[in-house]
């Protein structure tokens, strides 16, 4: 038993370093992984728990590039407004902090809550709920794009004018959503990638989309940070960080659940449900959320009798392992425990180091060299086709940020067309577009 939880902490200290660099993904690492056992085959007491401490250790620590450069993955990009706000004020690492004790909550429902209860309860919960997938997701489509209300056009003189004015917001929003969505075909009907880079098909858009716009507002905007204090004042209270945590755990479960759905939006629903205006609790609600969205994920693969396969982690693993009952499962729910630990321990080492190194270097070069590193990645796993994805992809991510909406509706890349394929109309609509 000693092996696996080795494992599992290396796999949560590499985790939590790549959570820290800005552009890399844990399902880059994975799915090389995966091509590399396909060809030298490693024992699953040391594969499994080594792939489950790097989701634990990128989920703690991938907020970290959220708030010092800006350059979120899909389960975080809420984190950027609230964590620029601290960052302004010299406390990106408590920050860093509050959202990592979201995560944490996070890892405690998994291990204590969702692991006894799953087994019993998923089964016939699950065979309720599945003939009914596909209006889930679109009715947290609907309620993503009627939730963008209007933002202007209070004032002044009634009319059409003040009508445009006050639904530009919202119409934003939309061309977003079907913008992103029709990106989202595209990348599933016609990839462009090379089918030895499948497992990273969707690595250009995102990038594209959530982690290049903000990188060029950065660059070119005069935006300086003040020095990062290493230790605060008082802390925002046990209250707003379990409200926050609770809410998050939640909001992810459903993610991790629900297909598309990704960690952000779960904690955005969850959010709205208890009606969270305090920014710790918005941070420590979105640290929980996008942590049981990645782990809960991947958990769902062995939970005996069910075998879901939710997330890009738990889809590659299931292509070369199969699951062996409660053993695997009570492997995997130690694994959960031990990396939540040891990626707990970096947190603080992590975010420091990375606020002190984002000092010296300024804002303007660290996101230079962001997006250096962002182009690189993309460049190596997906080559030219991947770029020339990511650079259209990067248009349409500046539309929100260029006129204030949210970037949420860059979701609809993938909630879209999964939505349209769930609902059986998927091949029609990528006809109508000239897909097939």
Same mark, same amino acid.
């Given at each position: ?11 949560? =200290? ?30 699953? !007491? ?54 990592? =004790? ?29 003939? $009914? ?12 794009? +009627? ?16 009508? +445009? ?13 079907? *913008? ?49 204090? !290493? ?11 379990? !409200?926050?945590? *609770? ?24 959010? $709205? ?108 796993? !997906? ?17 929100? *940020? ?35």
């Amino acid at each position: 038993m000693i092996i696996p939880l080795v494992s599992s902490a290396v796999g949560a =200290v590499i985790g939590s370093i790549l959570g820290c660099v800005p552009g890399l993904h844990v399902y880059n690492l994975i799915g090389l992984l995966v091509a590399f056992s396909c060809e030298r085959p490693v024992a699953s !007491t040391v594969a499994v728990p080594f792939v489950v401490g790097l989701t634990v250790g990128y989920a703690m620590l991938n907020t970290v590039p959220s708030v010092f450069f800006a350059t979120p993955d899909e389960s975080a990009f809420f984190v950027i407004l609230p964590g620029q706000k601290y960052l302004k004020m010299g406390r990106g690492c408590e920050a860093v902090m509050i959202t990592a =004790v979201g995560g944490m909550i996070g890892i405690l429902l998994i291990v204590l809550v969702a692991g006894p209860l799953l087994p019993r309860v998923l089964p016939s919960v699950y065979g309720v709920v599945r003939p $009914h997938m596909h209006w889930i997701l679109w009715c947290v489509i609907v309620f993503m794009v +009627m939730s963008e209300w209007p933002k202007l056009g209070n004032f002044g003189q009634g009319g059409w004018r003040k009508l +445009m004015q006050g639904w530009k917001t919202p119409a934003v929003g939309l061309l977003t959503f079907l *913008l992103a969505g029709f990106l989202g075909f595209i990348v599933m009907y016609r990839p462009a990638i090379s089918a030895d880079a499948s497992f990273q098909g969707l690595l250009p858009a995102f990038a594209g989309l959530f982690t290049l716009p903000w990188l060029f507002l950065n660059i070119v905007s005069s935006v300086s940070i003040p020095r990062q204090a !290493t230790a605060s004042g008082p802390g925002p209270g046990l209250g707003p960080l379990l !409200t926050g945590g *609770l809410a998050g755990g939640l909001g992810g479960g459903f993610a991790a659940v629900v297909p598309a759905v990704t960690g952000g939006v779960g904690g955005f629903l969850a959010g $709205h449900a208890v009606a969270i205006r305090n920014d710790a609790a918005f941070l420590a609600s979105q640290g929980a959320s996008k942590v049981v969205y990645y782990v809960l994920g991947l958990l769902l693969l062995f939970v005996p009798s069910m075998s879901l396969a939710r997330g890009g982690a738990a889809r590659m693993i299931s292509t070369l392992y199969v699951p062996q009952g409660m053993a695997d499962y009570s492997m995997v729910i130690a694994s959960i425990a031990i990396a939540g630990a040891a990626a707990c321990l970096l947190v603080s080492p992590l975010s420091r180091a990375t606020a002190a190194l984002a000092g010296r270097l300024g804002y303007r070069r660290a996101s230079i060299g962001a997006l250096v590193i962002v182009v690189l990645v993309v460049g190596t796993f !997906t080559g030219a086709a991947g770029l020339f994805i990511m650079s259209i992809a990067a248009g349409i991510g500046l539309i929100p *940020l260029l006129f204030g909406s949210r970037r949420m509706n860059c979701l609809g890349v993938i909630l879209l067309p999964v939505a349209c394929n769930m609902s059986g109309i998927g091949p029609a609509v990528a006809g109508a577009l000239g897909l097939l």
